[in-house]
């Protein structure tokens, strides 16, 4: 069975940083696609970054580009979101998703595309 864990979440100003982390277990890491998804109140669950098994590729949303960062350490089992220059309109509760795929390049962006999820951080930036 899978689980997938996030920690990392809190309450900032804007303009400050954090840094999610997230631990899946069950399967061999290193075969998993790994994403971050962030849902507001109110509004569907949207794409923040996406990475590959090996982290040689990795996508993320405009909103978020140059601000954020997501990495991966296939040692710890562990995929990280640095987020930087926080902004009020960041504020979500964040989601990690993971997918086992067949392709070292693949990077999943959309809900459907995972097949496992944490139960979520909740990060909440001040203005």
């Known amino acids: 069975q899978v689980q997938v864990v996030e920690s990392g979440g809190g309450l900032v100003q804007a303009g400050a940083s954090l840094r999610l982390s997230c631990e899946a277990s069950?399967?061999?890491?290193?075969?998993?696609?790994m994403g971050w998804f962030r849902q507001a109140p109110g509004k569907e669950r949207e794409f923040v970054a996406g990475?590959?098994?090996?982290?040689?590729?990795?996508k993320s949303a405009d909103s978020v580009k140059g601000r954020f960062t997501i990495s991966r350490d296939n040692a710890k089992s562990t995929v990280y979101l640095q987020m930087n220059n926080l902004k009020p309109e960041d504020t979500a509760v964040y989601y990690c998703?993971?997918?086992?795929?067949?392709?070292?390049?693949?990077?999943?962006?959309?809900?459907?595309?995972?097949?496992?999820w944490g139960q979520g951080t909740q990060v909440t930036v001040s203005s």
């Open positions: 998703a993971a997918r086992e795929v067949a392709f070292n390049w693949i990077v999943v962006v959309t809900v459907s595309g995972y097949h496992y």
């Open positions: 069950g399967r061999t890491f290193s075969n998993f696609a």
């Open positions: 990475i590959s098994q090996s982290g040689g590729s990795s």
